[in-house]
């Protein structure tokens, strides 16, 4: 089988699915690999690398859709709203897609899909579970974007994040506030640390207490308790406006004494709660840092304008950068590529396609295939009736 890794289409998206160290292994599964010239240049992956390794370098970006049997991406149709229309084209039956495709709100997409005969997996739906972690792209992803922010923060703030002794007298640490302790918020408070600065974390579920303390941060604990605060998958689960407005109301000292608030709270396919009310900003500190993971979900402040690098509310910094991954290629493709591969080992067996769908990471994995959408989450989400169970493996 052939795998095809094209130059990803969307504006300023500098990742690339396979990096040159990836195709040892899948050589050894069986599967051969060819890449679009260029793919990788801006994650720093040159084309002579990639021939080194045993893959054939291709010109023409129609001939990766033509020849490959499987196609990898990272921001596939659905995730890429800007070009992936035009890849959505080329994609032909029975051909076998893997990238994020945002699935939860691309159902149009889906359906297209479907239509072509086109078999895809949404790195997004890998289950949350020990075997599977080796394959969770999303956590990888978030976890170049916690530490990216980190960065940005202490770019824009007008401190130090550590303590210094000088000759001019000891200057005081900057103090951090991440809330939304997921992988992101874990690598946020881990980065803030190593930079020295003094850091605190809010998550609704409390049993991450313990996880924020083992890094040196304070939790911060409110008089309110969340029901049913995760979901089976590990995830914050979505709460009633009455809790999110007690919520705010007891944040908001919280947050005042923060020099950097970084905001992480996401709930799967469904808008950003807000965390952050204008109120909020306007008691922060003057020259105060807001750094919005979640503003490609409509953003965790109220003032957060969406896909804004830096915008300037009450003399606060508010960053509602989209795709924050994108900003680290080197590493972030590396991460996403041993993710693939992982992957394409589940799948593939001595070249050949190994579709079990015993096998709970590909049937939760698995978006279309047979020409419907199979994926029975996504199918009760877009109340779509239920398909009848097949006993058979698919080929």
């Known amino acids: 089988m052939i795998v ?21 292994n899948l050589s050894k599964i069986g599967l051969e690999v060819i890449v679009e010239s260029g793919a990788g240049v801006e994650s720093g992956y040159p084309d002579a690398d990639y021939v080194a390794k045993g893959a054939k370098v291709i010109s023409d970006r129609a001939e990766i859709f033509r020849a490959a049997d499987i196609i990898v991406q990272v921001l596939s149709p659905g995730a890429n709203d800007k070009t992936g229309a035009e890849d959505l084209a080329q994609f032909r039956p029975n051909q076998i897609v893997i990238g994020f495709f945002r699935p939860m709100n691309s159902v149009d997409v889906l359906k297209d899909l479907a239509q072509r005969g086109v078999t895809s997996f949404s790195v997004e739906l890998i289950p949350r579970t020990t075997r599977a972690q080796s394959m969770d792209a999303l956590s990888s992803m978030a976890t170049v974007a916690g530490y990216k922010a980190v960065l940005i923060a202490a770019d824009i703030v007008p ?46 579920r409390p049993v991450v207490k313990e996880q924020v303390q083992s890094l040196g941060a304070r939790f911060v604990e409110l008089p309110i308790e969340a029901q049913n605060a995760q979901d089976a998958r590990g995830y914050a689960t979505a709460q009633d406006e ?29 808008k950003a709660p807000i965390l952050v009310t204008k109120e909020m900003v306007a008691g922060m500190a003057p020259r105060s840092v807001i750094i919005d993971l979640a503003a490609e979900r409509g953003g965790n402040c109220e003032l957060t304008r969406p896909g804004e690098k830096i915008a300037v509310e009450k003399d606060i910094a508010i960053v509602g950068w989209f795709n924050l991954a994108s900003t680290v290629p080197y590493h972030a493709s590396q991460m996403y590529a041993r993710n693939l591969s992982t992957f394409l080992a589940l799948l593939v067996k001595d070249g050949k396609l190994n579709l079990n769908l015993k096998d709970d990471i590909l049937r939760d994995t698995l978006v279309t295939h047979g020409g419907d959408i199979v994926n029975a989450r996504l199918r009760e989400l877009f109340q779509l009736p239920a398909l009848a169970a097949k006993e058979e493996t698919p080929k």
């Not at 300023?12 to 040892?24: I, T, W």
């Open 242 to 270: 009455s809790f999110y407005k007690r919520q705010r109301e007891l944040l908001g000292k919280v947050i005042a004494e923060n020099d950097v608030v970084i905001t992480t709270a996401v709930i799967p396919g469904k």
């Open 4 to 24: 095809g890794v094209p130059r990803e289409g969307f504006p300023g998206e500098r990742r690339v699915a396979l990096v040159p160290a990836a195709l040892a």
């Open 159 to 204: 401190k130090f994040f550590p303590m210094l002794t000088t000759a001019a007298g000891t200057i005081t640490p900057a103090r951090v506030l991440i809330l939304g302790v997921g992988v992101a918020g874990l690598q946020a408070i881990a980065t803030a640390r190593r930079l020295g600065a003094v850091v605190s974390a809010y998550d609704l």
